[in-house]
Every structure is written in C-alpha cells, then in structure tokens.
C-alpha cells in the first residue's frame, strides 16, 4: 500500500471486507505497527470488526466500535473515541459497510480523512449478488464515493467460496476484476486468497495478499 496512515476498506456486503481489515491491522501489527481499527460497519450484524475484539487486543490492535457492538443493540452509535485518532501518528483503518449507513457514517470525517491524506481500497467478489456484474460493482463503489464524500484508490479482488474457493476460482476471477478495473478507472491493487493457496498462485498473479480465515459464519 502506499504510506499513507489512514486507511479505509469498503466493500458491499459478503466481499469479505472485514476479513480484509483484520489480516491487514493483524499484518501491520506483526511489523511492529501499533494499529487502531475503526468498526464503521453500522448495520451488518453477523460480521464486523468489533466482534474480534480481544482477539484483536491481544495483538496489541486498539478498536473502536460502534457502542451496539457486542450487545443485543441494532441501533448504533457512533463512538466519540473515532475523534481521537486524527490527532494520533499511528496508521488506522476503517472497516466501513458498503452500506448507504455506513459510506455516510465516513462522511462525517471526510475533511479530517482528506486534510490528513488517506487510501482507500474497495474489496470485490465475483460470487457476491449485486456485484457479480463488473457494472453493478462499480455502481455500489460510486453510490460509496457519493456517500461518503471520499475517492476509491484501488481494487482488492477477493473473489472466493467461502471453504470451498480454490487457485482455479482465483484465475477464473481475474477477468472480472480486470473488468472493473477498466469500468471504474482503479487498479487492481491486491488479489486477496486465503493462505494456502498462495503457493499455487504466487507465480501466476501480482500482489497475491494472503489471508488467514479469521470472520467466518455464526453457524461455525
């Protein structure tokens, strides 16, 4: 990524954005980073980044997290803690829904994000409904732009099955995200496949960013 200290991962919902977030604050972490990690998923209940909380913490990563989190709630609000960080010299990252809730809930800091300097990633799967279409995944990253008051930097493809994803899922997917590379005028910055299919694909894809499995389904 480029040294920016502000980051934001956005994605529609099922792109895998949140797993994205964790393994990029767990790798910073492990660089002697220290990394906070702001929780602006507002409306998904299944998977945010607050609900890694002491995992997290126990990688020295600081949280903060919309004040339902970890409860019963579904009305969210924001924390005040979110502030405190643009006045800190450490990277941060926003898990941000790629929800009308969420983009608006970024909005409020855009001047503070933009005054500052930040990347934004937009996390992408073929095998998601409403993004399957390299046109429609570039309408939800332009309705997040418009709510948000920010600019995409680059692509993550993350294209995957869940348990079942293999190296033939992740070459068949990068016409795709080539396709919405072309349509949104972004690069393909990362192509995002779980750790054991690196070796498959190191010497077939470019900025391969593998992944540990940390968000997985409250069924498992």
């Not at 660089?31 to 909380?53: A, C, H, K, M, W």
């Not at 409020?108 to 990633?121: N, V």
């Not at 570039?138 to 008051?149: G, N, T």
């Amino acid at each position: 990524m480029k040294q920016m200290r502000i980051h934001i991962v956005t994605g529609h919902y099922g792109s895998g954005k949140t797993n994205f977030s964790l393994c990029l604050a767990k790798k910073m972490a492990k660089q002697g980073e220290t990394v906070t990690i702001v929780d602006l998923d507002i409306v998904n209940p299944y998977f945010r980044s607050s609900d890694y909380t002491e995992q997290l913490r126990e990688l020295g990563i600081r949280v903060i997290a919309p004040s339902y989190a970890g409860t019963t709630l579904d009305v969210p609000a924001l924390s005040p803690e979110i502030g405190s960080v643009f006045a800190m010299n450490t990277p941060v990252i926003f898990d941000v829904g790629g929800d009308d809730a969420g983009a608006t809930a970024l909005g409020r800091y855009a001047k503070q994000i933009d005054s500052q300097g930040y990347e934004m990633l937009y996390v992408i799967n073929k095998n998601r409904n409403l993004i399957a279409d390299p046109a429609d995944a570039v309408q939800v990253l332009r309705e997040i732009e418009h709510r948000s008051r920010l600019k995409a930097h680059g692509l993550v493809n993350n294209t995957h099955m869940s348990d079942f994803t293999t190296a033939r899922d992740i070459l068949f997917s990068l016409d795709y995200a080539n396709e919405v590379s072309r349509l949104s005028g972004l690069p393909v910055q990362y192509t995002a496949v779980k750790n054991e299919l690196v070796p498959q694909l190191k010497n077939k894809i470019p900025n391969l960013f593998g992944l540990d499995i940390i968000v997985k389904p409250i069924w498992k």
